[in-house]
């Protein structure tokens, strides 16, 4: 889950322990509010990445949060 105080475009991206992006979306205008998220745990194209660490990096606006994520399939 995350929340954005105010509207905000939101980006978010995957990025693997060797700092690769594997995964990004860019959600233009969200409202003020809290949304849940779900990665399937693949990458751009649709396919399965291998289980490790990974970060759930998420801009909205001048806000910024680094979540660590364990993927575990």
């Given at each position: 889950m995350y929340q954005v105080p105010k509207?905000?475009e939101?980006?978010m991206?995957i990025?693997?322990i060797?700092g690769?992006?594997?995964w990004?979306?860019?959600?233009?205008?969200?409202?003020?509010?809290?949304y849940s998220?779900?990665?399937?745990?693949?990458?751009n194209?649709?396919?399965?990445?291998?289980?490790?660490?990974?970060?759930l990096k998420?801009n909205?606006g001048?806000?910024k949060v680094?979540?660590?994520?364990?993927?575990?399939?």
């Amino acid at each position: 889950m995350y929340q954005v105080p105010k509207n905000r475009e939101v980006r978010m991206k995957i990025i693997d322990i060797t700092g690769r992006v594997v995964w990004n979306k860019k959600v233009f205008h969200t409202k003020a509010g809290t949304y849940s998220f779900q990665w399937k745990g693949e990458d751009n194209a649709g396919r399965k990445v291998v289980d490790g660490v990974y970060f759930l990096k998420m801009n909205a606006g001048k806000e910024k949060v680094i979540k660590k994520l364990i993927l575990l399939q």
